[in-house]
C-alpha cells in the first residue's frame, strides 16, 4: 500500500541528493511532500535550492549559542518533531545526531553514504576508498542509529575504482548512484516494501 511520505530533509551544504528528491516528487516518481528543510548553517547552498522549491518550510537552527550538544540536538528533535514527519532524510547533514535526537525518532531516520558500509564510515568516505586502494565502492542508504554510519542498510550500490580515478572524479560518479538510490529507497519505503529484521532490512526490490 503506498502511502504519501511527509519528509523532513535535513542537510548541511551543496543539497544535490536535496534537489534529487524535490525532482523526484515534482516528476511524481516519488509520492512524497517535503514539509521542511532543516539547515544548521545559514549560508549552505540547499537552503537557495529549497527556497526555488518554494513549497516547504526552511529551518535553519545552528549549533551557537547552545551549552551542549545534548541541548542542540534536543532542540533540533523538537523542531523537527514539530512538523510530525514520517521519514527524516538525512543528505548532507554534517553532524553526527547523538541519542537526544535519534531516540525521538525510531526507526525514521534515514542517511546515504558515499561508500559500501561498513567500510569507509565517517568524513571523506571516497577518499578513504581510494587511499585504501579498493577496486569497487559505492554508496548506501541506511536506517540512523547512534553510531556514525553503523545502522541497519536499506540500499547499496556498487561503483568501480578506475586507475585514473581521483577523489573528484570518483565522488562524481558514485554521486550519480547515490541521486538514484536515495530516490529508490524512499520509494521503497513509501509503498511499506521495507521491513526489518533485527539487523537486517529486507526489501520488495524490483529494479530502478
Ligand atoms: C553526499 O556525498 C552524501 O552521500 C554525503 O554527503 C554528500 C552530500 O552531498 N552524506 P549533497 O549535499 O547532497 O550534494
Same mark, same amino acid.
Given at each position: 500500500?503506498?502511502?504519501?511520505?511527509?519528509?523532513?530533509?535535513?542537510?548541511?551544504?551543496?543539497?544535490?541528493?536535496?534537489?534529487?528528491?524535490?525532482?523526484?516528487?515534482?516528476?511524481?516518481?516519488?509520492?512524497?511532500?517535503?514539509?521542511?528543510?532543516?539547515?544548521?548553517?545559514?549560508?549552505?547552498?540547499?537552503?537557495?535550492?529549497?527556497?526555488?522549491?518554494?513549497?516547504?518550510?526552511?529551518?535553519?537552527?545552528?549549533?551557537?549559542?547552545?551549552?551542549?550538544?545534548?541541548?542542540?540536538?534536543? !532542540? #533540533?528533535?523538537?523542531?523537527?518533531? %514539530?512538523? @510530525?514527519?514520517?521519514?527524516? $532524510? =538525512?543528505?548532507?547533514?554534517?553532524? &553526527?545526531? /547523538?541519542?537526544?535526537?535519534?531516540?525521538?525518532?525510531?526507526?525514521?531516520?534515514?542517511?546515504?553514504?558515499? !561508500? #559500501?558500509?561498513?567500510?569507509?564510515? %565517517?568524513? @571523506?568516505?571516497?577518499?578513504? $576508498? =581510494?587511499?585504501?586502494?579498493?577496486? &569497487?565502492? /559505492?554508496?548506501?542508504?541506511?536506517?540512523?542509529?547512534?553510531?556514525?554510519?553503523?545502522?541497519?542498510?536499506?540500499?547499496?550500490?556498487?561503483?568501480?575504482?578506475?586507475?585514473?580515478?581521483?577523489?573528484?572524479? =570518483?565522488?562524481?560518479?558514485?554521486?550519480?548512484?547515490?541521486?538514484?538510490?536515495?530516490?529508490?529507497?524512499?520509494?521503497?519505503?513509501?509503498?511499506?516494501?521495507?521491513?526489518?529484521?533485527?539487523?537486517?532490512?529486507?526489501?520488495?526490490?524490483?529494479?530502478?
Amino acid at each position: 500500500m503506498t502511502k504519501k511520505l511527509r519528509l523532513v530533509v535535513m542537510a548541511s551544504g551543496r543539497g544535490s541528493n536535496f534537489s534529487a528528491i524535490a525532482d523526484a516528487i515534482r516528476e511524481g516518481a516519488l509520492d512524497a511532500e517535503i514539509a521542511a528543510l532543516v539547515c544548521d548553517r545559514p549560508k549552505a547552498p540547499v537552503i537557495d535550492k529549497a527556497m526555488a522549491c518554494g513549497n516547504m518550510d526552511i529551518a535553519v537552527l545552528t549549533r551557537k549559542g547552545f551549552a551542549s550538544r545534548a541541548d542542540y540536538d534536543m !532542540a #533540533l528533535a523538537d523542531l523537527v518533531f %514539530g512538523y @510530525d514527519p514520517d521519514v527524516i $532524510a =538525512l543528505a548532507g547533514f554534517m553532524r &553526527v545526531l /547523538g541519542p537526544e535526537f535519534v531516540g525521538r525518532f525510531p526507526g525514521r531516520i534515514i542517511n546515504i553514504h558515499p !561508500a #559500501l558500509l561498513p567500510s569507509f564510515p %565517517g568524513l @571523506d568516505a571516497q577518499r578513504q $576508498a =581510494l587511499e585504501y586502494g579498493v577496486k &569497487v565502492t /559505492g554508496c548506501t542508504v541506511h536506517f540512523v542509529d547512534e553510531g556514525t554510519d553503523t545502522g541497519p542498510i536499506i540500499l547499496q550500490e556498487a561503483v568501480p575504482v578506475l586507475d585514473e580515478d581521483d577523489e573528484e572524479s =570518483l565522488s562524481a560518479r558514485i554521486l550519480e548512484k547515490e541521486h538514484k538510490l536515495y530516490v529508490k529507497a524512499l520509494r521503497l519505503i513509501s509503498e511499506g516494501k521495507v521491513r526489518m529484521e533485527g539487523r537486517r532490512t529486507l526489501t520488495e526490490d524490483k529494479g530502478l
